[in-house]
């Protein structure tokens, strides 16, 4: 078993930062990609940052150039650095980290942003 505890959100204004941190713990296992979500009342989950066990990053048009993904993996630890936040960036964040043992994925219980106008 695998535990997933996200850290960093907070209230921030339009063009403000915020720096999200992701560890996992637990059994032992060996993590594949580590990846950050959100989710805003009314709307579908959607991927903001991935980053693989080699380092790739990926990123939607829409954080592009305004976010980072970032990995420790001494510390099985993914940071997500956001820059120049926009309202429409509220949302609750999750992160996700992809093993290479069943169940494979694990969620954590996610860290709320709030960007205010």
């Known amino acids: 078993q695998v535990q997933v505890v996200e850290s960093g959100g907070g209230l921030v204004q339009a063009g403000g930062s915020l720096r999200l941190s992701c560890a996992a713990s637990?059994?032992?296992?060996?993590?594949?990609?580590m990846g950050w979500y959100r989710q805003a009342p009314g709307k579908e989950r959607e991927m903001v940052a991935s980053?693989?066990?080699?380092?790739?990053?990926n990123y939607p048009d829409s954080v592009k150039g305004r976010f980072t993904i970032s990995r420790d993996n001494d510390k099985n630890t993914a940071y997500l650095q956001m820059s120049n936040l926009k309202p429409e960036d509220t949302a609750a964040y999750y992160c996700?980290?992809?093993?290479?043992?069943?169940?494979?994925?694990?969620w954590g219980q996610g860290t709320q942003v709030t960007v205010s106008s």
């Open positions: 996700s980290v992809v093993v290479t043992t069943w169940p494979y994925e694990y």
């Open positions: 637990g059994s032992p296992f060996s993590i594949n990609a």
């Open positions: 980053i693989s066990s080699s380092g790739s990053t």
